[in-house]
């Protein structure tokens, strides 16, 4: 065994073995411990498991990719999701944790008095949730295949078995407990990286500083403006300057903050918490906590790139001897996210804008944070660390939406429309059957990715936010919105939504299915399917507010509810009382 595969195996079995102790150690013996963690986590705690809960593969694996690739236009990503937190803690948050509900749709049934609503609701959070998953498990298993130089199937059911085990033992207490090491392991092996490349360019341990600081040549030359020269020289884009458009950015923008402040997953987890101020410090922890990577990922991005280009061209003008490339291309191109076709015969690579002289042929964006220390040259342990850390935050999301999709279908679909005397005890054994079922589903769909692997994303946040969070706005914000107002908001920017992305990327992802292809001239006011759901968002809004006029308001009862929920003293209902 060579000595890399040693250092992953240790990192991630050590990581692994720490996670199941953490599950056993805290396993649920009720519903409030299995639904909410019996509402005893401390606001610090909570921060750093919604931290972790948030920091999916798509945060520690894709975003410094994808901001390596479109430089400055990358920063919708950071500015939406972590936009998205603000808008949580100051209008959602704190409400629905006084109100004292477990879940979500729990939350939509009560205060739009309908059991019609609740199921509306279950039904987005299920193909959000599921939709948000696939991504998850496909990551567990490129980086389990990857690092442990074992089949992409066999990684994948590893991350199944491990997820299975803490996630339908502990619940959200043993989740959260997880969580929090989580965050822990992946905090650091995406911060050591970042620290050892950033001195090595720039001579700046500080990767946030480094970013602004010149390189550590002695040419007195900024890290951007020679990144800059190096992209724009071979007919790419400049790093600094790159957008994505005025009316996109700000729709990108938009429909991603109210995804984020829209994600079950998420919302969840201030029922965790005793009380309404303790809802409101744990969203101000997360945001530290979630700083600490999101600051650092312009960094990571734009040093990957800048390595990735040296690599390549470690001369201006001369070209790497494909023979003689380094030893994590040649693994990489074994997984096939990275692929060199030597289009001119001269055994050398080329590496431009033009696709007709590119022979990078494919250079896949989600390789660039678990490339970099061995594009660095960084010792093997960090490069074992950073799989640790890639795999953690895979793990901690994928747990926490199986969970909200168990809440969903035991305690809002069977307990609170199809069999309401159902026992705490039985409750609790649906949940876990719920559990293990969606394990298996979310582990089907990661080994047999729908055509609608590479739209997940897209499609998960499209219908957090045109489905769910307009109607947790108008529920805390709008004292008359009645329940068929409601509903047929909801319904309405969930169908946009879903007919938008489907006529433009397939019905179901499926190409052949695609009648107006994925193409900017057949975009609504040229808003991409990535960012409709905030167009979505305001047909739902707009659907509502005009049914309410016709359906009259919500009875008198409702109104006081919420005038209750939105009254900063007042009577607080407990998160484990049914």
């Known amino acids: 065994m060579d000595e890399l595969r040693l250092y992953t195996w240790i990192a991630v079995g ?63 990503f950071l500015m939406g999701w972590t936009g998205g937190y603000v808008l949580l803690a100051l209008c959602l948050a704190p409400y629905m944790r006084k109100h004292g509900k477990f879940t979500v749709p729990e939350f939509i ?192 991005g734009a040093m990957a790139r800048f390595n990735l280009m040296n690599t390549i061209e470690p001369v201006a003008g001369q070209n790497m001897e494909y ?32 696709p007709t002289t590119n022979e990078m042929v494919k250079v896949d964006r989600d390789i660039m944070v678990l490339a970099n220390p061995a594009i660095a040259n960084l010792p093997n342990w960090v490069i074992a660390l950073v799989a640790a850390g890639g795999l953690a935050a895979a793990l901690s999301t994928a747990a926490g939406l199986l969970l909200a999709i168990s809440s969903a279908i035991s305690h809002d679909l069977m307990k609170g429309v199809l069999i309401p005397d159902m026992s705490e005890k039985n409750e609790l054994l649906a949940s876990r059957i719920v559990m293990t079922l969606s394990v298996c589903v979310a582990g089907y769909l990661g080994l047999n990715p729908p055509g609608f692997a590479a739209g997940t994303v897209a499609l998960a946040f499209g219908l957090a936010a045109s489905s769910i969070f307009p109607a947790l706005m108008m529920g805390i914000f709008s004292k008359k919105m009645s329940s068929k107002a409601a509903i047929a908001g909801m319904c309405s920017g969930l169908g946009v939504t879903m007919l938008y992305v489907f006529q433009h990327k397939g019905i179901m992802f499926i190409p052949s299915t695609a009648f107006l292809g994925d193409m900017e001239p057949n975009w609504f006011m040229g808003i991409s399917p990535n960012a409709f759901g905030s167009v979505g968002a305001f047909v739902n809004f707009a659907v509502a507010f005009i049914v309410l006029k016709f359906t009259g308001p919500a009875p008198s009862h409702i109104q006081d509810l919420v005038t209750n929920f939105r009254t900063p003293h007042g009577q607080i209902a407990a998160a484990h009382d049914h």
């Not at 191109?333 to 990275?338: P, Q, S, V």
């Open 14 to 76: 050590g990581t692994f073995s720490l996670y199941f102790f953490i599950a056993w150690w805290a396993r649920a013996g009720s519903t409030s411990e299995f639904y909410a963690a019996g509402g005893g986590i401390t606001p610090l705690q909570n921060g750093m498991a919604i931290g972790a809960d948030w920091m999916s593969a798509a945060s520690f694996i894709s975003m410094a990719g994808l901001i390596a690739f479109l430089g400055y236009g990358g920063s919708v």
């Open 109 to 300: 049934g009560d205060r739009f008095y309908s059991k019609t609503a609740r199921i509306v609701a279950v039904v987005c959070l299920i193909i959000a949730s599921l939709t948000y998953i696939i991504g998850q498990m496909k990551g567990v298993g490129v980086a389990f295949s990857r690092f442990l130089e074992v089949e992409y199937d066999m990684g994948l059911y590893i991350g199944m078995a491990v997820v299975f085990v803490y996630a339908t033992l502990g619940g959200m207490k043993g989740i959260t407990y997880t969580q929090i090491a989580q965050y822990c392991v992946l905090i650091t092996a995406y911060t050591i990286p970042a620290v050892f490349i950033s001195l090595h360019l720039t001579g700046n341990p500080i990767p946030q500083l480094g970013l602004g600081s010149t390189l550590a040549d002695g040419s007195g030359v900024y890290l951007l403006d020679k990144l800059d020269t190096v992209v724009s020289e071979l007919g790419f884009k400049e790093y600094t300057t790159s957008t994505l458009g005025d009316v996109e950015m700000f729709a990108y923008t938009l429909s991603l903050m109210i995804g984020t402040a829209g994600l079950p997953h998420v919302i969840m987890r201030f029922f965790t918490v005793p009380s309404v101020k303790a809802a409101r410090q744990s969203a101000g922890y997360a945001l530290v906590f979630i700083a600490l990577l999101y600051t650092v990922a312009p960094a990571v």
């Open 323 to 354: 023979a003689e490339r380094p030893q994590w291309f040649k693994e990489w191109e074994k997984t096939g996210l990275l692929a060199f076709e030597d289009k001119n015969g001269d055994g050398k690579v080329q590496y431009n804008a033009d």
